[in-house]
């Protein structure tokens, strides 16, 4: 494929990364007239699993999340399901900066193992959604936490925590 664009997609209760998966969905969307859900789904794993690995024991779970992508590529409404734990987004375009703040982010999240789903939003339509003017920006469980420079590890760690912790029920 060759491809070098990399979408963030919730498979299950994880994002993962996929390579060139709006490349696939533009070529599938493009030839779905008279197509199931099924052979959809059968021509995206099949696309797809030439640029990423797909493991045969959650193949169903990225069936769902490719099929889900799909329905959204081509403007189908799609039930959200809520997610666990941490939700947390970069949002910028890409740049040198962006793509630190996401570096960083990982960073923390590793060093204190803390399950979190995190998405790196460059869609200039899906960033203006949260009102922000800068970026980078980080959003943590839907709140603007930073706009327009990458903190130190320590901020982002200390955010993170506190946002761990309210996510606790009381006892």
């Given amino acids: 494929m060759g491809s070098t664009d ?4 919730r498979v299950g209760r994880h994002m993962t990364g996929i390579i060139g998966l709006n490349q ?16 959809i789904v059968e021509r995206l794993l099949q696309s797809l699993s030439q640029s990423n690995y797909i493991p045969d024991n959650i193949r169903d779970l990225y069936a769902q999340a490719f099929l889900r992508e799909f329905k959204k590529f081509i403007g189908e409404p ?10 947390i987004k970069v949002l910028g375009r890409g740049c040198p900066q962006c793509d630190r703040l996401e570096q ?18 460059r869609d200039v339509a899906q960033i203006g959604r949260f009102g922000v003017l800068g970026m980078p920006a980080l959003v943590i469980n839907g709140k603007v936490v930073c706009v ?3 903190p130190t590890r320590d901020k ?8 761990a912790c309210s996510e606790k029920p009381a006892l």
């Fill in 148 to 150: 327009g420079t990458v």
């Fill in 24 to 39: 696939s969905l533009a070529q599938v969307a493009g030839r779905r007239e008279g197509l199931t859900d099924a052979q």
């Fill in 156 to 163: 982002i760690r200390t955010w993170i925590e506190l946002a």
């Fill in 104 to 121: 960083e982010v990982m960073a923390v999240l590793a060093d204190i193992r803390v399950e979190a789903a995190l998405d790196h939003v």
């Fill in 6 to 9: 990399v979408t963030q997609v």
């Fill in 78 to 87: 799609v039930a959200e399901t809520a997610l666990e734990g941490l939700d």
